[in-house]
C-alpha cells in the first residue's frame, strides 16, 4: 500500500464477512452505508465509521452508500447536508451513483406503517409525552400497557389518516409499535414509530405533517435499499432487537446490523450537543475551530486525510468500548506529514541577537535544504543572513541549568546553516528588567560547517534575519480540556487551550496560499489557516508539535503542552 498506509488487520467485522462470502450468504454481495443525520458538522467518531463503512466495501470490491437519515426536520439544516458530503469526499472516498435520502421513502415507510396497524401490530396512542415515560417502566419494573393499545384497527387507521391531515397538534398522538411492554428490553416496550411535527422538510415541503422515528426508518431504509452489514456503534445494540422486529413483521428483505465501539479519545467529546453548546456559548469560535474534533476543525488544524485514515486503521475494530490516547491520532498525524512537508526556519517568540562584529551593510546568504535528511528531495532554498537576528526567546538563559546547552552569557552555539557565535552582553529593559537583546560575536571561519580548529559546540538553534524576516500571526493550540475523559465539560474547560503570538518568519514564506503546510524546524508541524490567512498577512496554526508529550502531561496531570 502506499505513502503510510499500513495493510488491514484482521477484525470481527471482517471475520463475518469472510464467513459471509464463504458460505455465499448474500450471493458475495457486500453493501455497507454511512447513515449520519444532517443535524450537526461530523467528528472524528464519524471519520472512523466513514473509514470502517467505506472501506470495507472497497476492500472487499462492494459499494458503500451515503444516505441522509433525514426524519427530523426541525433539527436538519442543508448546511449540515453540504458539509458532510464535502467531508466524506475529503477523507477520499466516493458513493458514486449511490446518494440517498430516507425522506425519498416517506411514502413507503406510510405504507409499512399502515400495514403494522392493519395487522394489529401498531396503535395510535393519546399518551402525553411524560405519561408515555411514566408508563414505560424501568429496567426492573415492567411497563404498563396504555390505556389507548386495543384500539380497533379500524380507529387506529382513521386516526392515523387524520395525523397525517395535520388535525392534531405537535405531541397530541403518536403511532407506536404493539410488541411488549413487559419486555427486558426498553426499547421493545411499545416504541413510537411516528409523530406529528407540523415542521416543513429540506426536501418534501410541506407534505408530510408526520415523520417516522430514526429506528423506524432506520432498519426500512437498509432493506430498500438492499444493505448487507448495516454497521453502527455499540450504542445501538439494545435497538437491534427493534430492527430485526420491524423488517420481520413485515417480512421484507432483512440486512444484518452488526455493532462496533464507537470512538473515545482522550481530551476531547464526542456528543453532538455539547459540541453545539461550546459553539453557542462562545468557547469557541466556530464549529470550524481548531480545537474542535470535528472534521471541520480537523482540516482547519492542518489535519490531512491520510493521517486520519491512517488513524482509524490504527486502532482497529472492537466489540468492547475504551480510550485511545491523544498521542496516537498525533502519532499519525506526525508519519504522514513527516514525508511530506518542508522544513523551514521560524520563530515564534523573538528575542534580538546582534551580531557586533558582522558588517552592518553586509547581507549573505546561505542555501538550506527544505528536506535535510535528503537534500535532493524537496530542492534547496536561500536564506538571508545578517547583522541583525532574531532567535527563539527560550534558546537563551541568562543562568542556565547544568544540561542547558542553547545560548547563554559566554558560551557559544551554532545557528542552524550558517555561523558559530558566542554571547558577549546581554541589553534589559531598565524598567522591567526583562531582557530585550542580547549581542554577540561571530567566527566567519565556521561559515554553514565546523571549525577550523576542531572546537566543538553542544547546542544548535534556528534564527531569522530580523531586516527580511516575515510578520505573522501563529496561533498555538492545546486541548480543549484539562482532564483526559472528562465528565463535566464546563468544569473541564482549557481556559488557555489558544495562546496566539506575533512570530517573525523566513522571507520564503511570505505570500504562502491558505493550506500551506510546513515544519517549523525544532518547533512542530504549521498550516497557513485556510480562513484567515492572507498572502500579505499570513497567519498560521500549528498542528502538532515533533514529540509526543502526552506522557509527560499524563504524567504530571496536566492537560495542555507549552
Known amino acids: 500500500m502506499a505513502g503510510n498506509e499500513i495493510a488491514p488487520a484482521s477484525n470481527f467485522i471482517r471475520n463475518i464477512i469472510d464467513e459471509d462470502n464463504r458460505t455465499g450468504k448474500w450471493g458475495g454481495r457486500v453493501v455497507t452505508r454511512f447513515p449520519p443525520e444532517p443535524n450537526g458538522y461530523l467528528h472524528i467518531g464519524h471519520a472512523k465509521s466513514i473509514c470502517i463503512n467505506f472501506g470495507l466495501a472497497a476492500e472487499y470490491g462492494g459499494r458503500c452508500h451515503m444516505r441522509f437519515d433525514d426524519t ?3 433539527k436538519e439544516e442543508i448546511e449540515y447536508i453540504d458539509s458532510i458530503l464535502e467531508n466524506v469526499r475529503w477523507l477520499g472516498f466516493d458513493w458514486g451513483e449511490h446518494l440517498y435520502y430516507a425522506s425519498d421513502y416517506f411514502d413507503r415507510l406510510y405504507e409499512f406503517a399502515v400495514r403494522l396497524i392493519k395487522e394489529g401490530k401498531a396503535y395510535v396512542c393519546d399518551l402525553s409525552p411524560e405519561q408515555t415515560r411514566e408508563y414505560r417502566g424501568t429496567l426492573t419494573e415492567p411497563g404498563r400497557e396504555s390505556p389507548y393499545r386495543n384500539r380497533s384497527v379500524e380507529e387506529n387507521l382513521d386516526l392515523f389518516e387524520r395525523m397525517r391531515r395535520g388535525e392534531f397538534k405537535d405531541g397530541e398522538r403518536v403511532l407506536r409499535a404493539r410488541i411488549d411492554m413487559s419486555s427486558p428490553n426498553l426499547n421493545m416496550r411499545d416504541p413510537t414509530i411516528y409523530r406529528i411535527k407540523h415542521v416543513a422538510h429540506h426536501r418534501t415541503g410541506d407534505k408530510w405533517c408526520i415523520y417516522p422515528m430514526y429506528d423506524f426508518t432506520h432498519c426500512i431504509s437498509d432493506s430498500i435499499e438492499r444493505i448487507t452489514h448495516s454497521i453502527c456503534t455499540l450504542e445501538f445494540e439494545d435497538n437491534r432487537a427493534l430492527y430485526d422486529w420491524v423488517l420481520d413483521q413485515l417480512g421484507v428483505y432483512h440486512p444484518q446490523q452488526i455493532e462496533f465501539a464507537r470512538l473515545n479519545l ?3 467529546v464526542m456528543s453532538k450537543r455539547i459540541l453545539l453548546r461550546l459553539v453557542q456559548d462562545g468557547h469557541v469560535s466556530g464549529w470550524d475551530d481548531p480545537r474542535m ?4 476543525g480537523l482540516r482547519r488544524r492542518g489535519y490531512t486525510s491520510e493521517s486520519i485514515r491512517l488513524f482509524a486503521e490504527r486502532i482497529g475494530v472492537g466489540k468492547r468500548e475504551s480510550w485511545i490516547e491523544m498521542g496516537v491520532l498525533e502519532k499519525a498525524l506526525r508519519d504522514d506529514l513527516n514525508t511530506k512537508v518542508k522544513r523551514v526556519m521560524g520563530v515564534l517568540k523573538p528575542l534580538r541577537l546582534v551580531i557586533d562584529n558582522f558588517p552592518e551593510d553586509r547581507v549573505e546568504e546561505f542555501e538550506a535544504p527544505y528536506f535535510p535528511d535528503d537534500p535532493s528531495r524537496m530542492g534547496h532554498r536561500k536564506v538571508p543572513f545578517s547583522k541583525v537576528l532574531y532567535i527563539e526567546r527560550n534558546d537563551f538563559m541568562e543562568d542556565p541549568p547544568k544540561k542547558f546547552f542553547r545560548l547563554a552569557p559566554g558560551r557559544e552555539v551554532r545557528l542552524r546553516w550558517a555561523y558559530f557565535v558566542k554571547c558577549e552582553r546581554v541589553v534589559k529593559d531598565e524598567k522591567t528588567g526583562e531582557i530585550i537583546e542580547i549581542h554577540c560575536t561571530y567566527d566567519p571561519e565556521t561559515r554553514g560547517g565546523g571549525a577550523p580548529d576542531g572546537r566543538k559546540v553542544k547546542g544548535t538553534i534556528h534564527w531569522v534575519s530580523a531586516a527580511h524576516a516575515v510578520e505573522a500571526e501563529v ?6 480540556f ?21 512570530a517573525r518568519l523566513e522571507p520564503g514564506l511570505g505570500g504562502v496560499e491558505p493550506g500551506s503546510r510546513f515544519q517549523f524546524e525544532r518547533l512542530g508541524y504549521f498550516i497557513a489557516d485556510i480562513k484567515d490567512s492572507r498572502p ?3 497567519v498560521f496554526n500549528r498542528i502538532v508539535t515533533l514529540r509526543d508529550t502526552w506522557a509527560k502531561i499524563v504524567a504530571k496531570g496536566q492537560g495542555g503542552r507549552s
Not at 475 to 480: E, M
Open 475 to 480: 496561533r498555538l493550540y492545546d486541548p480543549l
Open 482 to 502: 484539562k482532564e483526559p475523559r472528562p465528565e463535566d465539560y464546563r468544569e473541564a474547560l482549557n481556559t488557555d487551550s489558544l495562546e496566539v503570538v506575533q
Open 266 to 268: 482522550e481530551y476531547m
Open 72 to 74: 427530523n426536520p426541525s
Open 536 to 538: 500579505e498577512k499570513p
Open 293 to 296: 474534533p470535528t472534521i471541520v
